[in-house]
């Protein structure tokens, strides 16, 4: 099988596993019960005004505005064939459309996630190579310690930390920050560019960085200790020309490891990074559709992060042949 067949098979999968998940959050968010549908019907029958017919309208223009006053298969038919056309409609909770406000969280959200998966790629191969050729020394089990202790340090907590020391002393700032009971939502922060784009970057960084580490310490020992590693060193190269060696070797596997990463890092502390510091990227949307159940915001993020994986999965699969020829696509 060529190059080319292995990643248009990647892109047919990702369709499908695109369809698969869409179609489960439809059912998610058809099948269970309306909380926000049942919080208007609970203040409609309030007071001493109570009108059955009142809350029976109230129930009624609440689907209809939504389109969940038709038979559940031609909602999936619809929703859908519009996801897969772009065409998303309005937000319920905003009423502004749904494609450009996706578009907008996802590229705030991808300006320092970005950067973080490269600061923690580039210097977890560096560190990891240069601690795995003085194996058994003290930078060694120094860098170990501080990899561990960095797994087990939540990043939302030392950010918070941050902005305590920091913005007590250097960078003052009011935020413009709410959050709303009915529904619950979270507006965001008015931010310096500091706290709005270095500290995310630096907190995403320090979340990658640990695993980035470890795994390319371990992958490195595995190339340190070779025959042709002896062999550069009998040839008299120095530890500059065995990091090249192993260097070569052990990105691949991390490649892997990094958009593996990406994605964990999508589903978990993009949500917490962005709701805790008030970031209006997409994992502030994502909660925010949540609680207000907004369809078509959260079927338009559900569908961006999963077709970042497929994404993904396909530039893993150009990423293998350019960094070793020698991973067998098929075609040799």
Do not use: C
Not at 41 to 62: K, M, N
Not at 180 to 194: K, V
Request: proline residues 4%; charged residues 15%.
């Amino acid at each position: 099988m060529s190059l080319r067949r292995l990643v248009l098979r990647r892109i047919v999968a990702g369709v499908v596993a695109i369809w698969a998940v869409l179609s489960l959050v439809f059912a998610m968010f058809t099948m269970t019960r309306d909380y926000r549908l049942g919080s208007l019907l609970a203040s409609a029958s309030r007071g001493p005004d109570y009108d059955p017919e009142a809350v029976a309208e109230v129930r009624e223009q609440y689907l209809a505005e939504r389109g969940l006053d038709r038979p559940l298969h031609e909602q999936y038919v619809d929703w859908m064939t519009n996801m897969f056309t772009l065409q998303w409609g309005e937000s319920y909770h905003t009423g502004a459309e749904a494609f450009p406000t996706v578009m907008r969280a996802t590229l705030r959200t991808a300006s320092y996630v970005i950067p973080a998966l490269g600061l923690a790629l580039l210097a977890g191969l560096l560190v990891g190579v240069a601690v795995a050729t003085t194996d058994r020394t003290i930078g060694d089990r120094t860098t170990r310690g501080a990899t561990y202790l960095t797994f087990g340090l939540p990043n939302f907590w030392i950010g918070v930390m941050v902005v305590a020391a920091i913005g007590t002393v250097f960078l003052r700032y009011e935020p413009a920050f709410s959050i709303r009971r009915d529904p619950p939502t979270i507006e965001s922060y008015q931010l310096p560019f500091a706290y709005e784009y270095v500290l995310p970057t630096l907190l995403v960084t320090s979340t990658l960085l640990a695993g980035m580490v470890s795994y390319s310490r371990a992958y490195s020992l595995q190339y340190v200790s070779t025959d042709r590693a002896k062999q550069i060193r009998a040839k008299g190269g120095g530890r500059l020309a065995v990091a090249r060696h192993v260097l070569r070797n052990a990105a691949i596997p991390l490649v892997s490891l990094a958009f593996a990463e990406t994605l964990a890092l999508l589903a978990i502390a993009v949500f917490v990074l962005e709701a805790l510091f008030g970031i209006d990227g997409l994992g502030l949307l994502f909660y925010n559709a949540v609680w207000t159940r907004d369809l078509p915001v959260l079927m338009g993020g559900t569908m961006v992060i999963v077709a970042t994986g497929v994404v993904g999965n396909v530039l893993q699969d150009l990423a293998y042949s350019v960094l070793d020829p020698r991973v067998d696509t098929g075609a040799r």
